[in-house]
């Protein structure tokens, strides 16, 4: 069984990709478009690793953050997708608890790398 | 004296060649150059008089005095007809380097500025067609023609046209033809047809609510003769019983605010008449100022060749057995006539044909450079660009896939000068209108580019040619990559992309709307990630600064960016498609 990854972003054409990819990786995927089934996802089941897009519809990245590790108590491994240009909001998701985030355009293959560095801590 | 003039002219010739061959040009003292220029001058104002003043010379002594008159008025109409001709020309020049500015990059004020340009040249020139189409008529250079054609089809065709025009009103168009109106008659179909859009026409142009009626019916019958009234009734503002007097003078409109609130340069009905008279017919208005306007014509047909069993057959077979032969042929059509366009363009679609109508040379060559034209119709006589023009531009483009797509011209008048103008832009056909269905469809076969023939030889040679704008290009190769070469995602992928860059266009479209500009910022950033993902920097930039222009609330420069990204965009996904076709194929 490989390990799960809950993708969350709102872009489908990346999501795709990643999605592809990740499979092909050998992991599992699950993948949610918006914050608010993120949250619902997350009450009943704790992926190995938490992929997110810092800009999300209903609940940002930032917020999920704060959701896993204050509300759930988790320590999940996070990697944030943002933009260039906001430098400020990875600040404050490492501040939170975030463990990497790789900037857009995403690069498949290095977020792969990253991912399995972050499981195999 | 028409003679004596143009020998006046080869005097004036000779002398200049003579001027010439005797004083070498190194040797040229002052007053030899003098005289040489004063030949010149003198040649070119004799030159000018003769083009000028076409006939007056062999009018004005030897006739009565009557005579002189009227003689003397048809050359003035051919005058007006000649210079209106060459007032074109410039005029089509500012109209082109009006176009051409506007792809400039500009400010906002300068965006203003040409379009006023634009504007008032376009309405110029419609004022000079107008003027030439009337002093046509008048004087007499009007081709009338006398063929068999289908009257009910023919006005079937002309309300089909006019409900296009009524887009935002609610008009009822009834057409109510009675029976005992021929279908075949022998006459002048476009003639007529320019006669009921003209007033059907003034009908749209006047009518807020209500109906406007086209009644047909038989008025008196001879053996074959007919004399048919058409009356065009409309619930419009009318006309007071005055103004219905002058209605008919050139340039009269009724009030002197009717043409600023409805447009138009007052000559439509003048024209009408000028037709209606020289085929023999006659017109009338009834109006009463608030409650409609009723303009009926009656005009003398004869019956035509009441075969229409024979002609629907022969049409069926030419469609069903020839038509074939152009099936999947994609073809561009330049004809500025709404009635003919719909006319080829019913055809060629029933033969199998796509076809692109309702076009300019922007519009043209955009095709021409992103689809496999097999040919293009061009009308030569259309009123702004004309088909020369347009021909010219495409056989001069750098594009070797636009250049070299077969042209067929047609035109209702063909000259010698034409014929030669045809040869040297590269023009590869024409057709003198109005043609048959035969002539049409092989005139198409005999120059339609053979598809297989050509295809990879034309590849080749364009690949190093076409210089793409930076914001057009497309890179698919990256993706594969990271598609790990399964050309099934990369399909599925751009298929992706290309919904976000419609979502994108419906979501600015909206919000530009009310300058909701953080919603546009929103949607162009989400766009970023695409464009970045099938390697398109130029395009990827241009949203880049959008979304800037957004956050930096400068709405007129997201409007203009949206602009260039609508007219771009278009040609990116061409060649998106393109470099998947090539991965698709590999």
Known sequence: ?121 | MAISKSKDLLSQLSQLERTVGEYSFEDLNAHEAKALKDSFNSFRSSLEKHIYTPNLGEILPERTENNVINKKEVSEKQFIAHVSHEIRTPLNSIIGFANLLKDEKLTQGQHKKVDAIQFASNTLLKLINEVLEYSKISSGNNNFETVDFNLHSLLKDVMFLCETLILDRKIELLLDIDEDVPKIVKGDPSKLSQILLNLLGNSVKFVEKGYIKLEVFTKKRKGNDFLIEFSVADTGIGISEEKIETIFNGYAQAENDTSKKYGGTGLGLTITKEIIDKLGGEINIDSTVNSGTTVSFVMPYTLGANSSSYQKSIKKSTSTKDGKILAGTEILVFEDNKMNEHLIVEQLTQWGCTVHADIDLDKGLYLLSSRKIDLILMDLKMPGQNGFEVSKAIRNHKNNKVSSVPIVAFSADFTEQDSKDCKEIGIDDFLLKPYTLDELLNTIVKNKEDKKEHTDFSLILQKPMIEPKETTVVDLTYLLKDCFGEVDMLNELVKLFKLNAIEFIGNVKINIKTQNLKEIAMSAHKLKAGFAMIKADGMRNLIVELESCCKTNQPEKVKDLYEIFLKDYPLLEDNLNKNLELMNKK
């Open chain 1, 1 to 121: 069984m490989g390990n799960r990854v809950l993708l969350a972003d709102d872009d489908q054409l990346l999501a795709s990709l990643l999605n592809f990819r990740l499979k092909k990786g050998g992991y599992q995927v699950h993948h949610s478009s918006n914050g608010k089934e993120v949250k619902e996802y997350l009450q009943n089941e704790m992926p190995d690793i938490i992929v997110s897009d810092i800009m999300m519809p209903y609940c940002s990245g930032i917020e999920l953050i704060d959701y896993v590790r204050n509300e759930l108590k988790s320590k999940t491994p996070i990697i944030i997708i943002s933009s260039a240009g906001n430098e400020q909001n990875v600040l404050t998701a490492f501040e939170l608890g975030a463990n990497d985030f790789i900037t857009k355009p995403v690069s498949p293959t290095e977020l792969l790398v990253r991912i399995a560095r972050e499981i195999n801590k």
